[in-house]
């Protein structure tokens, strides 16, 4: 009956009835409880009456107290407990007739409080208290107060009230009693009902478990023993599928995985046979393949060798044009200083012989000043040999005139040495004039050999920054011409290196080929070895 049945409905059916024997459990336990929170309340509702009725007593002992305080004072401050106790009873009456409104013999019993009471405080209390007023105020007497208070008819009435009272608490604490009953017969029913009730579910747990995995652990044998002979190998065996749970459908899955194994080991066989011949195939070939790419590298490799070289040999070439390029550059360099230091020797020598020639004119207006200068001294020497014969006859004339020109002798005398100092110093200005003259001659001869050879000076150096001129130009065609060889050569020596990197590309490529080829041809003999493996594995299939 439950074989069509799926796991999760027996699952699903087994806690349910667990849930169901919980929800009664539950439920009743909660009624259980549910009565004891009742009788819990009344309980509660029973002590509000009991502490109410003992309230009201409390206000009839406190109108009876100040009743009997004014009675033997007179006082009205003692009339505060009556009062205070009449407003109490009032509201202790009306809250009992309240919580007793359910109970008529309660009701009843208030009435005869309340009746009593009116009674006993028209009657009574307001009479003595009157009474007591009138002994106040004259009109009565002392023992008039003293016969009615021991006449006690006061006293009947409020044992009246105080048997009412003790009645009404009297009935209260039966009911008490009985709802305590009450509350202990729910508690044990519900500590039973949980008891019996845990009890049954645990139970019932236990078989509805026991219950599903006997029969889920039986339909499962049966999945495993399939599932056991498809791993074995066992394709050809029957499979059981009846039954329209997940089991069911396991084993129906089962029965399909068989079939398909079935069709894909069959498969796979003429597939490994294909493979096979196709391994064997390949491997032929990738050796083939393997031994040319070799050959391929191996030259590669020669050609790559050459190429290196034939860079290196270019790259020699380059250096030494380099070096080339420098040492004509150096020379072009130092031919342009060469020629600006001949410049500055051709503007110096010029300034030398501009200033040879203004020194010569210098000395040839020295010699005219020194012939000036020689026409002077001899018109001064002329003057002096004149002055002389001029002092020499005055000398004579002065002796002619004896004492009288005694005087005019001596002057002449002096006259006449003066002269004669006068042109020894001539004399002498002559020689030195002469001399200079004669220096100024051969100096102004020597200024003109200079200028002669300073110019001859400034046409070699003319000739020399020509020559440097051409040296330099020279100079920067050869590093022009360099730097075209450098260029060519470094143009040959990159076209080289792009020659030996492709080379070497080639030959990596090869190698690289080569490996390829090499683990193809390995690949090839593991897919061969692969392939004799699969053989071997569908082989223990039983088809």
Same mark, same amino acid.
């Given at each position: 009956m439950f074989a069509n049945l799926t796991i999760a409905k027996k699952l699903g059916g087994g806690f349910a009835l667990v849930v169901l024997i919980i929800l009664v459990l539950v439920l009743t336990t909660r009624s259980s409880f549910v009565?004891?929170?009742?009788?819990?309340?009344? !309980?509660?509702?029973?002590?509000?009456? $009991?502490?109410?009725?003992?309230?009201?007593? =409390? @206000?009839?002992?406190? $109108?009876?107290?100040?009743?009997?305080?004014? @009675?033997?004072?007179?006082?009205?401050?003692?009339?505060?407990?009556?009062?205070?106790?009449?407003?109490?009873?009032?509201?202790?009456?009306?809250?009992?007739?309240?919580?007793t409104a359910d109970n008529p013999v309660q009701q009843k019993r208030l009435a005869d409080i309340e009746e009593l009471h009116r009674q006993w405080l028209q009657e009574d209390v307001e009479g003595i208290l009157a009474l007591r007023r009138q002994v106040t105020a004259g009109s009565a007497t002392p023992a008039d107060l003293e016969r009615r208070i021991v006449a006690r008819a006061d006293k009947v009435r409020m044992d009246g009230m105080r048997?009412?009272?003790?009645?009404? *608490?009297?009935?209260?604490?039966?009911?008490?009693? =009985?709802? !305590?009953?009450?509350?202990?017969? @729910?508690?044990?029913?519900?500590?039973?009902?949980?008891?019996l009730g845990g009890l049954i579910a645990i139970a019932a747990s236990v078989?509805?478990?026991?219950?599903?995995?006997?029969? $889920?652990?039986? *339909?499962?044998?049966?999945?495993?023993? @399939?599932?056991?002979?498809?791993?074995?190998?066992?394709?050809?065996? =029957?499979?059981?599928?009846?039954?329209?749970?997940?089991?069911?459908?396991?084993?129906?899955?089962?029965?399909d995985m068989q079939a398909r194994l079935r069709e894909m080991i069959t498969g796979i066989r003429e597939g490994s046979e294909r493979?096979?011949?196709?391994?064997?195939?390949?491997?032929?070939?990738?050796?083939?393949?393997?031994?040319?790419?070799?050959?391929?590298?191996?030259?590669?490799?020669?050609?790559?060798?050459?190429?290196?070289?034939?860079?290196v040999s270019i790259s020699h070439v380059a250096s030494n044009a380099s070096e080339a390029h420098g040492i004509s550059s150096d020379s072009?360099?130092?031919?342009?200083?060469?020629?600006?230091v001949i410049q500055q020797t051709l503007e110096s020598m010029g300034w030398i012989a501009e200033t040879v020639r203004n020194s010569a004119r210098q000395i040839d207006d020295l010699g005219a000043s020194v012939e000036q200068i020689s026409s002077i001294v001899n018109v001064i020497s002329a003057i002096a040999e004149q002055t002389n014969l001029l002092a020499l006859n005055a000398a004579i004339e002065a002796a002619r005139a004896g004492d009288q020109g005694r005087g005019f002798a001596v002057v002449a005398d002096e006259v006449r040495l003066l002269a004669q100092r006068t042109g020894q110093s001539t004399?002498?200005?002559?020689g030195m004039i002469q001399k200079i003259q004669q220096?100024?001659?051969?100096?102004v001869a020597k200024m003109e050999t200079g200028v002669e050879q300073v110019g001859k000076g400034l046409e070699l150096a003319g000739a020399a920054n020509q020559?440097?001129?051409?040296?330099?130009?020279?100079?920067?065609?050869?590093?022009?011409?360099?730097? =075209? $060889?450098?260029l060519a050569l470094q143009e040959q020596s990159a076209a080289s290196q792009d020659v030996a990197r492709s080379v070497e590309r080639i030959a990596q490529m090869a190698e690289s080929s080569n490996q390829e080829i090499s683990g193809a041809s390995r690949a090839a003999a593991s897919i061969e070895e692969l392939a004799l493996s699969l053989e071997r594995q569908v082989a223990r299939f039983s088809l």
């Open positions: 009565r004891m929170d009742e009788s819990v309340q009344w !309980n509660i509702h029973t002590y509000r009456v $009991i502490d109410r009725a003992g309230s009201l007593m =409390q @206000a009839l002992t406190d $109108i009876e107290t100040g009743m009997r305080g004014f @009675a033997l004072a007179g006082q009205d401050e003692f009339l505060e407990p009556l009062n205070a106790g009449r407003a109490a009873f009032d509201r202790d009456l009306a809250e009992l007739r309240q919580l048997k009412r009272v003790a009645e009404l *608490r009297s009935e209260e604490e039966r009911l008490l009693g =009985q709802r !305590n009953e009450n509350l202990a017969g @729910a508690e044990h029913f519900a500590l039973t009902s949980l008891v078989v509805i478990a026991w219950t599903l995995s006997a029969s $889920i652990r039986q *339909r499962l044998a049966g999945a495993v023993q @399939a599932a056991r002979g498809i791993a074995e190998g066992r394709l050809s065996s =029957q499979i059981n599928t009846s039954g329209g749970d997940e089991v069911g459908e396991l084993l129906g899955a089962f029965r493979l096979l011949v196709a391994a064997r195939h390949i491997s032929s070939t990738s050796g083939q393949l393997s031994r040319a790419a070799l050959e391929q590298s191996q030259a590669a490799s020669s050609m790559a060798a050459t190429v290196e070289q034939l860079t072009g360099r130092q031919s342009q200083e060469g020629g600006a004399q002498e200005v002559g220096s100024a001659r051969d100096a020559a440097i001129a051409e040296i330099r130009s020279g100079a920067s065609r050869i590093v022009s011409v360099v730097d =075209q $060889i450098s």
